[in-house]
């Protein structure tokens, strides 16, 4: 299982819901992904973010 940091102030586009579809973070381990890593101002940005709410559950803040 790996995460996906995105540290960047701006929301990438992404083409679809299965765009992470056979990468390495879409493996499980013990029924767990890998998370997707915002800056803690785009947590909930990313979350309502069309395509990106399919991985809301998997959007957390970087940590400090």
Do not use: H, Q
Not at 49 to 59: C, E, L, Q, S
Request: charge should be positive; proline fraction near 8%.
């Amino acid at each position: 299982m790996m995460s996906l940091y995105l540290p960047g102030s701006s929301i990438p586009t992404l083409a679809s819901t299965t765009v992470f579809a056979n990468m390495p973070m879409s493996v499980s381990v013990n029924n767990v992904y890998g998370s997707i890593y915002v800056p803690s101002t785009m947590v909930d940005s990313y979350k309502a973010a069309t395509v990106w709410k399919t991985y809301a559950a998997r959007i957390v803040a970087i940590p400090e």
